[in-house]
């Protein structure tokens, strides 16, 4: 869970509902359920027509892949690549075949690696795992459009439910004591769907890109990886290559991790030596 996207939701909410307190308004002011039926309700329907249900089926999905984090960050993958380079420049890149196990959840670097110990053409590789990529962007912001369909029609919801409102309240022009509690009550639906559009369904919709941005740079960065591991090119040039991707702070983060390991091996290596001296 993205503890951040939570917080982000309850401070957009709680900040409109305090800010209207300390106006002098009251929350029962708020609670009107007419207003409530015809903009989320009508948001709702107008987004059922505009979806197939297969697209629409899939909004739990979308949803906790907005609310979770990325499986992986950049960093890692980048330490991971030079490992795989390591081992395929020691014992060659059959041996790679023997890693596929720790990615058995990675369809996508596990086809890589197998591509590769195949011996398919790099061109080939580059084509189906770019291919890949497109995709799955493509699924990812086909299903995320029910998010920003839902933040257009939102507000058009709201509007239309104020001039619902007005509309009775012309009606009943004789009883002047209720017309400005009756105009208040109208205008609630302008906010919900103004602030439901503008904190809850845009947000989440820019969340999603936000989180497949950082999916898709770990999937480039795989297939940049791959290719250099394909080429035999030398670890020196892979992180070159890869290190193109990161910032300042990851570059930094992933030498950290490769001086960690780096130093694990070194003191297996002198432990293992101490265990066999005499």
Known sequence: MD???VIGLLVGLLSLIIGFLLEGGELVALLKITAFLIVFGGTIGAVIVSFPGKILAKTPFILKYAFTRPKERPS???????????ISRREGLLALEGEQDRFADDSFMSNGIQMVVDGVDS????????RDMEL??????????????AGGYAPTMGIIGTVMG????LG????????????AVAFIATLYGVASANVIYLPIHTKIKNNLAIDILTRQLKTEGIL??????????????????LTDEERRTVEEQLGGISANHVNNGRAFQEAGQP
Request: proline content about 1%.
């Open 3 to 5: 503890v951040a996207t």
């Open 76 to 86: 890692d993958t980048v330490v991971e690549m030079i490992n795989l380079a390591n």
């Open 123 to 130: 061109d080939v590789i580059d084509d189906i795992m770019n």
């Open 136 to 149: 799955y962007e493509q699924k990812i912001l086909s299903i995320a459009r029910i998010f920003e369909s």
């Open 166 to 169: 007005l509309v009775h309240v």
């Open 172 to 183: 009943s022009l004789e009883d002047t004591s209720a017309l400005g509690p009756a105009i």
């Open 228 to 245: 250099s591991i394909q080429y035999g090119e030398s670890t020196m040039i892979l992180k070159k290559k890869l290190y193109a991707f």
